[in-house]
């Protein structure tokens, strides 16, 4: 154990405390750059948010970290400090469906940062609604490693004018939240049940027998641990800030880390980046062999597929808008490349649905 009346150790402090004091002051010069380009932004009716500048920033310190700080550290740091600045200039406003503490928010969290204002939707459907009347962006859930595409998601496309800017892929972990941030004393752990399913194996190995007491969503599980100082939550790790807990173990998910992946909803279609992904949503009559000759006319144009999947058209009403079953694709590369260009235009002359939901840049982590 180091001494603490080591006149070296002190030293070193006093040189950390000076150096967190010139941090500080920068962090007040930056802030208050900021104020005056938000100011110019006004003047000038600008958009506050600019995505492609807050990526180029983020991009560019990530390149030029060569010290001993963690060059994994430098993104989320700065975006931390990008989000409470603009915060200055107009705090963003993110819907996501609710309650707090899932997932979307984590993932909008992870994306626009604290500072920014995350407004809880009760459904999907009001996501939509909130970006189209005002919101600046939406965050939904349209993949889960286990569970695979949210297919009811892709039906708010249909009549909805919104775009795909951007995607976030996050782990989806369950932490062990306590008063404590120890297991000792923990009587019963509150979990939604699925969540309970996918940690049996580390809930037994930290808790031991505690009593799980089922709760309808990671929010709730909080809440309710939150009141009883003998239990537990089992929640992603962003409740404990939101609920007064602490991280007792911040993975109890057995097997493989679980991904989720979120599309970002907004109303202005982002530039080329030289690493897009475009989504596209298309409907098939009952012709046989439809999907199989639009699969061929995509490859033959050199587009790869990141993903398909299919949602049946009657869940869209598909007498109404005549076709059969729907389908939802993501492609490498932007739609305004030359290539994709041609074989778009070409599909959307000869299906029945097609809908270009945007293109943006894919998310740099696990996508």
């Not at 999907?291 to 993903?307: E, M, Q, W």
């Not at 590369?333 to 994709?340: E, I, L, R, S």
């Amino acid at each position: 154990m180091a001494d603490p009346t080591d006149p070296e150790l002190a030293k070193l402090r006093a040189q950390i405390d000076q150096v967190d004091d010139q941090i500080l002051a920068l962090l007040d010069r930056r802030a208050a750059v900021v104020q005056e380009v938000g100011r110019r932004k006004r003047e000038q009716r600008q958009t506050f948010h600019v995505p492609h500048r807050e990526r180029a920033v983020l991009e560019r310190l990530t390149a030029a970290a060569d010290g001993p700080f963690p060059r994994e550290a430098v993104r989320p740091v700065f975006r931390e400090i990008m989000s409470a600045c603009l915060s200055l200039e107009s705090p963003l406003v993110v819907s996501f469906p609710g309650p707090e503490a899932t997932f979307s928010h984590l993932a909008g969290k992870t994306r626009f940062g604290l500072s920014a204002r995350y407004v809880p939707a009760a459904s999907l459907g009001d996501v939509f609604r909130a970006v189209g009347r005002g919101a600046d962006y939406g965050v939904v859930p349209v993949e889960e490693a286990s569970e695979g595409l949210v297919t009811h998601a892709l039906d708010h496309f249909l009549d909805s004018d919104l775009l795909i800017v951007g995607e976030i892929v996050i782990e989806a972990a369950h932490a062990l939240l306590t008063h404590s941030g120890g297991t000792a004393g923990v009587e019963r752990v509150f979990a939604h049940p699925v969540a309970a399913a996918r940690c049996a194996a580390g809930l037994l190995e930290a808790v031991g027998s505690a009593a799980i007491v089922a709760a309808p969503s990671a929010a709730a599980a909080a809440a309710m641990a939150r009141e009883d100082t003998k239990s537990a939550a089992l929640a992603p790790a962003l409740a404990a800030e939101l609920f007064d807990l602490s991280v007792a173990r911040p993975r109890l998910d057995d097997g493989p880390v679980e991904i989720a992946r979120f599309l970002v909803l907004g109303r202005e279609a982002p530039p080329r980046t030289g690493h897009d992904a475009t989504s596209l949503l298309f409907g098939l009559d009952d012709r046989p062999g439809q999907l199989a000759v639009v699969l061929d006319r995509l490859g033959a144009a050199g587009l790869n597929l990141r993903r398909i999947a299919s949602r049946p058209g009657a869940g869209v009403d598909s007498g109404r808008r005549g076709f059969r079953d729907l389908f939802f694709v993501d492609l490498d590369g932007h739609q305004d490349d030359p290539g994709c260009r041609e074989a778009l235009e070409g599909l959307a002359a000869d299906l029945p649905l097609f809908k270009r939901l945007g293109s943006y840049p894919r998310d740099g982590g696990r996508s």
